[in-house]
């Protein structure tokens, strides 16, 4: 069984920053696109920021020069470094990869982290 194991969370002032980590843990065979999600309550869980295999990034326009995403491919780690953090960015942030699983086949496997909180607040 794979798991993503997120780390990182947690208080921080606005205009603070925090760097969140996921890595997944278990038997893969490669780790494909991975990316950082965020969900309030009563809301559609978002994309924050992607980013594949090759390094190719993407961002939601709100965090746009403010958040940054990059992966360790040797470590098949994703960050998200954020910066400037509003009081809108308190959320539970959730890692995502799309991983190749081999079992009796390959197979594609997307998988998500439990998901870490982020509170900005003074």
């Known amino acids: 069984q794979v798991q993503l194991v997120e780390s990182g969370g947690g208080l921080v002032q606005p205009g603070g920053s925090l760097r969140l980590s996921c890595a997944p843990s278990g038997n893969f065979f490669k780790v494909n696109a991975m990316g950082w999600y965020r969900q309030v309550p009563g809301k559609q869980r978002e994309l924050v920021a992607g980013?594949?295999?090759?390094?190719?990034?993407n961002y939601a326009d709100s965090v746009k020069g403010r958040f940054t995403i990059s992966r360790a491919n040797a470590k098949n780690t994703v960050y998200l470094e954020m910066t400037n953090l509003k009081p809108e960015d308190t959320a539970v942030y959730y890692c995502n990869a799309d991983l190749v699983v081999v079992t009796t086949e390959v197979r594609a496997l997307e998988v998500w982290g439990q998901g870490t909180l982020v509170t900005v607040s003074s």
């Open positions: 980013v594949t295999s090759r390094g190719s990034t």
